[in-house]
């Protein structure tokens, strides 16, 4: 399974970000999809998920400012972020949530910076 995501940049403290993620798999539409972040010197750590019926969860750092959403036909989580801040600034990764993980792709840098 081929994971692709983009839509990250350099983005003013306040500012938005919409990042897409593109999946390969067939098997996309009944499968929960989740957001990663990678943090330098830090590890991957857990951001939004989406199930199959379109509920959503976040960590509590980005509640009220980040939204996962889904397009089953084409194959695609998108994660809009509002209100950026410095410490968003990761790279961020689209997986499945359900183990085995699927092969991670490139992910996109987000960077927050003034």
């Known amino acids: 399974v081929q994971l692709v995501e983009s839509g990250g940049g350099l983005v003013q403290p306040g500012g938005s970000l919409t990042l897409s993620c593109a999946a390969s798999?067939?098997?996309?539409?009944?499968?929960?999809m989740g957001w990663y972040r990678q943090a330098p010197g830090k590890q991957r750590q857990f951001v939004a998920r989406?199930?199959?019926?379109?509920?959503?969860y976040y960590v509590d750092s980005v509640k009220g400012r980040f939204t996962i959403s889904r397009d089953n036909a084409k194959n695609t989580v998108t994660l809009r972020m509002n209100s950026l801040k410095p410490e968003d600034t990761a790279v961020y990764y689209c997986n499945k949530i359900s183990y085995p993980m699927w092969d991670w792709g490139r992910g996109t840098q987000v960077a927050v910076s003034s």
């Open positions: 798999d067939s098997s996309f539409s009944v499968r929960e």
């Open positions: 989406i199930t199959t019926g379109g509920n959503t």
